[in-house]
C-alpha cells in the first residue's frame, strides 16, 4: 500500500483515540456536576426546612408568652375571690376565671401541637443535615477522584499529540485538516477500501473513471459521496469477480435483499407462535 495511505490509517488511529478521550474529558465531569445539582437542592431543602422550624420555634414562644399573661390574669382573679362581697360579684368573678381556665386549655393544646411538629421538623432537619454533609463529603472525594482521571486523560492526549505530529510532519496540511474533519464527523473512520467497486464507508457505487484514478494515481481522492479518504486495496480486489462494478453492486443488493426478506419472515413467523 502507498505510503500516504499507512500514514493516513496510523494517524486515524491515533486520533479516533484522541477524539474517544476527548470526549471522555467532557463526559467524565458530568456525574460530579449532578451530584452538585443534587447538593444544591437539598441545600434549598435545608434551608426551608428550617424557615419552618424557626417559625415553628417563634410560635411556641409566642404562645407561651401569651398563655403567661393568661394565667397571671387568671391568678390575679382567683386572689380577688378572697375580698368578694356579694353573689353577683362572685358569679362574675367565678366566670372570668373559667373563660380564663379554658382559654389556658386551649393553649396549651395549641402549644402541645406545636412542640410536637416542631419536635418533627428538627428530626427532619437532623436528617436532612447528615444527608447533605454525606453529600458534601462525596463531592469532595469525586472531586479529587476526577481531577486524577482528566490529568491521565490529559497525559494520554497529549502523548497521542506527539504521535500525530511524528506521523504527519510531511503530509499536506489542507489534506490533514479535512482528514480530520471527516474523521471527527465520520465516528473515526476517515480512510476506507474501495471494495468491490464500493466506497465501503458509505456503500455506495464509484464511477468506473474514479476508481480508475484511485487505482492509478498516488494523488489522495475523497469519496464524491461521504468523502471519506479511498484507497485501492490490492488483497481485497484479487478476490473481486471478474465482471464490472455494477454486476457486483447487483449481487450484493440481492444479498442484501434477501436478508430483509429473512428477517420479515422470521418475525411473522414469531407473531403466530
Ligand atoms: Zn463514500
Do not use: W
Not at 426546612?49 to 390574669?73: K, M, P, S, T
Not at 430483509?260 to 403466530?272: A, G, N, P, Q, Y
Amino acid at each position: 500500500m502507498k505510503e500516504v495511505f499507512t500514514k493516513l490509517q496510523d494517524l486515524q488511529n491515533v486520533l479516533s483515540n484522541k477524539y474517544q478521550l476527548e470526549s471522555e474529558l467532557l463526559e467524565i465531569p458530568r456525574s460530579l456536576k449532578m451530584k452538585e445539582e443534587s447538593l444544591s437542592r437539598q441545600k434549598k431543602k435545608f434551608i426551608d426546612l428550617n424557615g419552618d422550624y424557626e417559625l415553628n420555634q417563634h410560635g411556641i414562644a409566642q404562645l407561651r408568652n401569651d398563655f403567661g399573661h393568661i394565667e397571671q390574669l387568671r391568678l390575679e382573679a382567683e386572689q380577688r375571690m378572697d375580698q368578694i362581697k356579694t353573689q353577683r360579684e362572685y358569679e362574675a368573678l367565678d366566670k372570668e376565671i373559667s373563660e380564663y381556665s379554658s382559654r389556658e386549655l386551649d393553649m396549651r393544646r395549641k402549644i402541645q401541637n406545636q412542640e410536637s411538629k416542631g419536635q418533627e421538623l428538627s428530626e427532619q432537619l437532623k436528617s436532612e443535615e447528615d444527608a447533605f454533609s454525606m453529600l458534601e463529603a462525596e463531592i469532595v472525594d469525586e472531586r479529587l477522584r476526577i481531577e486524577s482521571l482528566l490529568e491521565k486523560k490529559r497525559n494520554e492526549i497529549s502523548d497521542l499529540e506527539n504521535e500525530e505530529v511524528n506521523i504527519a510532519p510531511d503530509m499536506d496540511k489542507e489534506m490533514l485538516y479535512k482528514f480530520d474533519r471527516i474523521l471527527r464527523s465520520k465516528g473515526g473512520k476517515g480512510i476506507v477500501p474501495i471494495s468491490q467497486g464500493i466506497c465501503s464507508g458509505c456503500f455506495m457505487i464509484l464511477p468506473r473513471q474514479f476508481m480508475n484514478d484511485v487505482r492509478s494515481s498516488d494523488d489522495v481522492h475523497f469519496c464524491p459521496y461521504c468523502s471519506r479518504i479511498l484507497f485501492y486495496d490490492e488483497a481485497a480486489a484479487s478476490g473481486e469477480r471478474v465482471g464490472t462494478g455494477v454486476l457486483d453492486y447487483d449481487s450484493s443488493y440481492r444479498d442484501d435483499v434477501e436478508g430483509l426478506t429473512d428477517l420479515v419472515d422470521d418475525s411473522d413467523f414469531e407473531d403466530f407462535e
